[in-house]
């Protein structure tokens, strides 16, 4: 463990404290050790640090070795979002899906499995859950991603997973403060505006964060939104009012709050982050994730020189950098201690449960063959099929480069299964696919059909066609069941795609926990 050097003033490492900064590659460069030597407490990992279990493993080892306590986090919320995962899908089904089946057991274990898995591999904060209430169907960026629309569901889960998530040692990280769910705009491209009085933010929106708060969540995220209710200038992340009046002083949370990522189109096109990060930590915040998109050393030193240089001015309190500094390393502290209390590897040996546990170690297809919903009296698929998969622009969040639907499964049960996509830019999608699918039966795979018109048109034009098609919902199932059979799958987590392939086959396997 490296001691800090003398040489790094009080207020240069209190600053470096409060970042949590990104960086590129699947091990820790020259520079990011040597800040950590310096007192940068925390480090974010992304999709593009991560290959396998075991190079994770090393990697948080090795900067480890600069720092025993530093917080490692990571976005992984299970479902569509996840970095463990990235190349391949998830193992473990989202919010949503958990919500659908609303067994706070099977939250509380899905969630304690996955947080094995991240301390397994030195992570031990996890920017994650997502209590937001999706009472906006149309919202861009959270759909799937929340546990439903009921805010009272949707906070026994968001409790039942902080349980789950911090039983393993793993920091939860609920977001996004106060609420993201109302929203018609993606704060990763603009800055969210929702416009609602304060009894409907407490009747909804901060019902779920009440619950976050009583379960004890060791972390909390702002939200780059606007709610002129509550601060009619400054968005939550930047808002006095909404993190100290509102978060710190009257729902009485303790524990460390952490921004969402500042170089989001939200603060960075209006503030800067620079600018953006003064504010933050003059609001009420302690930590500053910034690396989803910003991965050098030039932007932990930007950031790290703007507080510095706000506090020699009088601009951002000492006391305050101290304070979130000190809240900083108080979770850090947590930690160390939670990773020395959960059981060793191998202390249950029970068949088929992960070590340390007694879940099973399948938990993640286990609750998303529970969440699966089919509607229709068609017989079950026994012969090849054709996927027509109606791909829309994936959001920021969620990212790209991981994989979705149910092609792989399918023809794993049903060699001979052909496959291909279609996007809002494809010519003549239905002729297409009626041509390529022949004999065969369609199988049409959407994504939140009811957000793109598009999507919808082709699927209802495919069913005029062959009435025999169907329709597997991985996204919101907000539209009405459609086609022969109509499979809702409450995400597009791989374990979603498995079990979804098993209800067309009637394959099924057990669905018991």
């Known amino acids: 463990m490296t001691t800090l050097t003398s040489s790094t003033d009080t207020v240069t490492r209190d600053a470096l404290a409060v970042l949590q900064p990104g960086f590129a590659g699947t091990t820790a460069p020259d520079w990011l050790l040597r800040r950590v030597g310096e007192g940068l407490s925390s480090v974010g990992l992304f999709g593009r640090n991560i290959e396998t279990p075991e190079q994770l493993s090393a990697l948080t080892a090795q900067l480890r ?23 391949h ?15 706070l057991g099977l939250t509380r274990a899905v969630a304690q499995e996955l947080g094995r898995r991240l301390a397994e591999c030195g992570v031990n904060l996890n920017w994650a859950p997502s209590a937001d209430v999706n009472s906006n169907p149309g919202n861009p960026v959270i759909g799937v991603r929340s546990f439903g629309a009921d805010p009272h569901l949707v906070a026994r889960h968001t409790a039942a997973y902080i349980e789950g998530l911090q039983a393993a040692g793993v920091a939860a990280c609920t977001k996004h403060f106060p609420g993201h769910g109302d929203t018609a705009v993606d704060s990763h491209h603009a800055l969210p505006r929702i416009d609602v009085d304060l009894d409907t933010l407490h009747a909804r929106e901060l019902v779920p964060f009440r619950a976050a708060i009583a379960a004890g ?10 709610l002129p209710a509550l601060d009619p200038d400054r968005p939550a992340t930047l808002s006095p009012q909404i993190l100290t009046g509102l978060l710190r002083e009257e729902l009485g949370y303790d524990g460390l709050i952490v921004t969402d990522g500042m170089e989001m189109q939200a603060i960075s096109s209006t503030y800067g982050i620079e600018r953006g990060s003064v504010l933050a930590v003059a609001a009420g915040a302690d930590a500053i994730c910034v690396g989803g998109g910003l991965d050098d050393e030039g932007t932990v030193l930007r950031l790290r020189d703007a507080l510095v240089a706000a506090v020699r001015t009088g601009e951002l309190p000492e006391e305050r950098l101290a304070d979130a500094a000190a809240r900083v390393r108080s979770l850090a502290s947590w930690t160390q201690r939670a990773r020395e209390a959960v059981p060793e590897p191998g202390a249950v040996t029970q068949e088929r449960t992960a070590p340390g546990t007694g879940i099973a170690s399948d938990i ?3 609750a998303a063959r529970r969440a699966v919903r089919v509607t229709g009296t068609a017989e079950p698929l026994t012969e090849p099929a054709y996927i027509a998969a109606f791909t829309p622009v994936a959001n920021i969040a969620v990212g790209d480069e991981t994989p979705w639907g149910i092609a792989a499964e399918l023809a794993r049960i049903l060699p001979g299964t052909g496959t291909d996509t279609c996007n809002s830019e494809t010519e003549a999608p239905v002729t297409a696919v009626l041509d390529a699918a022949g004999d065969r039966r369609i199988v049409a795979v959407v994504r939140d059909a009811h957000r793109h018109p598009w999507m919808t048109d082709a699927v209802d034009a495919l069913i005029a066609e062959r009435p025999d098609t169907v329709v597997v919902e991985m996204g919101v199932p907000q539209e009405s069941p459609r086609g022969a059979l109509y499979v809702a799958t409450h995400g ?19 669905s018991g926990s």
């Open 217 to 226: 969540s060791k972390s909390v995220m702002s939200a780059h939104i606007l």
């Open 65 to 87: 070795a600069e720092r025993d306590d530093v917080l490692v986090a990571i976005d992984e919320e299970g479902g569509d979002v996840t970095r463990l995962e990235v190349r």
């Open 492 to 510: 597009a987590a791989r374990v979603c795609g498995q079990a979804a392939a098993e209800a067309i086959t009637g394959s099924s396997g057990p």
């Open 89 to 103: 899908g998830s193992s473990f089904p989202g919010n949503l899906a958990l919500g659908a089946v609303d067994d």
């Open 364 to 366: 993640g297809l286990v």
